[in-house]
């Protein structure tokens, strides 16, 4: 396990500025919300006659006078897109920083195979997204139970579980395209996690675009579902690990074959 330790150290200032970044702003949206109770419902029916802007965000379905309702749609959007942002940083240039720094030939000399190599960067990757889910989500429960409103747990955990596993799956697809270059992948990865937010948005504007859903996991991280069903979509969740494993294995076979120097 000492790559992955190399891993985390490497990446340690990288994870304390996302994770309190995150959980900042977190915390910021819940200790607003006592203030802005009284007011949120009647924002919340502006909100819902807005059109195609609230069919974007769900905002027609949600109440923003309760707790859960404003969590999902304030709360969601600061953990979804910051999250991903995070999680695409991290692993998008895994596989691709040793030719890009000119370390590869000292790494790849030690008695390591690169099917180990190709693991255990992915076990550093799962260990900071898992890490900073964690702690965001500790600091979330106690930011709400700090202000006196009662904790929603099962829309809380829901919510939290559904946007770490939009992690994972990005995560994975950028590992995969690490694999694949030679100077950093960084700035893909987070295009990627952009495109994905973007095209839900469309998927929930346009009826023809529905399909959609079944291409971005920010479909299955939808609050306004996940509070409205008290569950996440099991098909959608199905499709998004596999295509997340499917990055990874690109990733494995990719790397062992790879001519690196």
Request: glycine share 12%; hydrophobic share 50%.
């Amino acid at each position: 396990m000492i790559l992955v330790r190399h891993e985390l150290r490497q990446g340690r200032v990288s994870f304390l500025i996302w994770t309190a970044a995150i959980s900042f702003l977190l915390a910021v949206c819940i200790f607003l919300f006592p203030e802005m109770k009284g007011q949120m419902e009647s924002v919340g029916d502006v909100f819902a006659s807005m059109g195609s802007f609230s069919d974007a965000f769900g905002m027609d379905r949600l109440n923003f006078g309760m707790l859960t309702g404003f969590y999902a749609i304030e709360c969601g959007n600061v953990l979804g897109l910051g999250g991903a942002f995070y999680a695409c940083l991290c692993a998008a240039g895994i596989l691709s920083k040793e030719e890009k720094d000119g370390t590869a030939e000292f790494l790849l000399t030690h008695p390591i195979s690169r099917r180990r190599v190709v693991t255990e960067k992915l076990l550093a990757v799962l260990v900071q997204v898992t890490a900073m889910n964690l702690l965001v989500y500790g600091i979330s429960v106690c930011a709400i139970a700090a202000v006196g409103e009662a904790i929603p747990w099962r829309e809380i955990n829901l919510l939290h579980l559904a946007y770490y596993l939009l992690q994972l799956e990005l995560a994975g697809i950028c590992f995969g395209i690490s694999a694949f270059t030679r100077k950093g992948s960084v700035g893909a990865g987070l295009g990627i996690a952009f495109m994905m937010y973007f095209l839900n948005l469309i998927a929930n504007i346009a009826e023809a675009a529905a399909f959609l859903k079944y291409v971005t996991p920010f479909a299955y991280c939808e609050g306004a579902d996940i509070v409205t069903a008290g569950s996440l979509d099991g098909t959608l969740v199905t499709i998004g690990m596999v295509i997340g494993l499917l990055g990874i294995g690109a990733g494995y076979l990719r790397y062992v074959k790879k001519d690196i120097y």
